[in-house]
């Protein structure tokens, strides 16, 4: 997958992801609907990956290179409060659940669960955007910093008197 697209797919992943942590800026529907279908990104960016996640888990325990070890332990703690923060979330749904005619009872342990684990999967997402700040820095610059500023820059040949369109 190229760096570019890559991007865009990170990029989307993490506006969802600080849109859909916040239910008060939504509302519950929406909240819940928006992280039914970060479900499907989050398959994607796994899946655009997945060369990397074999290749380091299959080598985790043998000579590994330091930073790699600690990006595949992050990840996958990521992975796991994802993936317990979605489960939680179905099942205290208030909006997608009672659609199929299913109720779960307000007090249940697994609003807490879900409190907990999306806590812990922002710090973890802090963590793996810390860790790959580099490649986030020069892909930002690259794809879209970059093509603004050429934007509003104009070439220097093209600002000297007698080369502007209204100076001929």
Excluded: C
Excluded at 24 to 29: E, F, V
Excluded at 77 to 92: D, K, Q, R, V
């Amino acid at each position: 997958m190229s760096t570019k697209t890559n991007l865009i797919l990170d990029t989307t992943i993490f506006v969802a992801f600080l849109i859909a942590f916040e239910p008060g800026l939504t509302g519950i529907a929406i909240h819940e609907w928006l992280s039914l279908a970060f479900i499907a990104t989050l398959i994607t960016h796994l899946l655009f990956h997945w060369k990397w996640i074999l290749t380091i888990g299959g080598q985790f325990f043998k000579k590994l290179f330091h930073e790699s070890r600690l990006n595949f332990v992050v990840d996958s703690l990521f992975f796991i409060g994802m993936t317990i923060a979605m489960f939680t979330g179905i099942m205290i749904s208030r909006a997608v659940l009672p659609l199929f005619g299913i109720e779960m009872p307000e007090n249940s342990p697994w609003r807490s669960l879900h409190s907990l684990s999306t806590d812990l999967t922002m710090l973890m997402l802090g963590l793996h955007f810390a860790l790959h700040w580099k490649w986030i820095a020069n892909a930002v610059n690259r794809y879209m910093l970059a093509p603004l500023l050429s934007l509003v820059r104009r070439p220097s040949q093209d600002i000297r008197p007698g080369n502007l369109a209204v100076d001929k």
